[in-house]
């Protein structure tokens, strides 16, 4: 199985900051890794999908890069209604992972 | 806007069983795999099974495979979770997920989920 290390599991920030979150995979995936961003009580919702591609209506302060097997989500300006707990997912190969979540704090 | 909507969740008690569905709206069900995704209470996001859009093949967890079924209804336009032998770490809420294209396992919308308690 491909298990996806997601770091780090949890980060303070303010309103305005750039934040980062970063997901490495044991081994490759090409380009088949996905972001979530979930809030509390409610369904995921995808952001981006093939490691830099965004989700249709997403807002482009959402980002996504690749070095290898590395691959990061960022967030160039926090707002508000980004606090929220994200995952990533490799597609790949069966089974399916992922990540076990950055929960992103003011 | 695509439109997923789960239902059949409640509480069991464990070596019982449960089906859920999954309604969909707005896309061409037919055209697109499905998927089924859960969340133990507190915590992360686990994969369950996927089926292709014709049904032709169907992948599961190691963790429910032999337990639990994905299967789909492209007339009535609604997938569905036959979930047998249940167990207390299948308590989740359960996500109805659809794939991104006719072959990719890529996830681009998430239903609003039905929790299933395992309980005695």
């Known amino acids: 199985d491909i298990q996806m290390t997601q770091s780090p599991s949890s980060l303070s920030a303010s309103v305005g900051d750039r934040v980062t979150i970063t997901c490495r995979a044991s081994?490759?995936?090409?380009?088949?890794l996905a972001w979530f961003q979930q809030k509390p009580g409610k369904a995921p919702k995808s952001l981006i999908y093939?490691?830099?591609s965004l989700q249709s209506g997403v807002p482009s302060k959402f980002s996504g890069s690749r070095s290898g097997t590395e691959f990061t989500l960022t967030i160039s300006s926090l707002q508000p209604e980004d606090f929220a707990t994200y995952y990533c997912?490799?597609?790949?190969?069966?089974?399916?992972?992922f990540g076990g979540g950055t929960k992103v704090e003011i | 806007q695509v439109q997923l909507v789960e239902s059949g969740g409640g509480v069991v008690q464990p070596g019982g069983s449960l089906r859920l569905s999954c309604a969909a709206s707005?896309?061409?069900?037919?055209?697109?795999?499905m998927l089924w995704v859960r969340q133990a209470p507190g915590k992360g996001l686990e994969w369950v099974a996927y089926?292709?859009?014709?049904?032709?093949?169907?992948y599961h967890a190691d963790s429910v495979k032999g337990r639990f079924t994905i299967s789909r209804d492209n007339s009535k336009n609604t997938l569905y979770l036959q979930m047998n032998s249940l167990r207390a770490e299948d308590t989740a809420v359960y996500y109805c997920?659809?794939?991104?294209?006719?072959?990719?396992?890529?996830?681009?919308?998430w239903g609003q989920g039905t929790l299933v308690t395992v309980s005695s």
């Open positions: 707005r896309f061409i069900f037919n055209d697109y795999g």
């Open positions: 089926i292709r859009h014709d049904g032709s093949n169907k």
């Open positions: 997920a659809k794939g991104r294209t006719t072959n990719s396992v890529g996830i681009d919308y």
């Open positions: 997912q490799q597609y790949d190969s069966y089974p399916l992972t």
């Open positions: 093939e490691a830099f």
């Open positions: 081994q490759g995936i090409n380009n088949y």
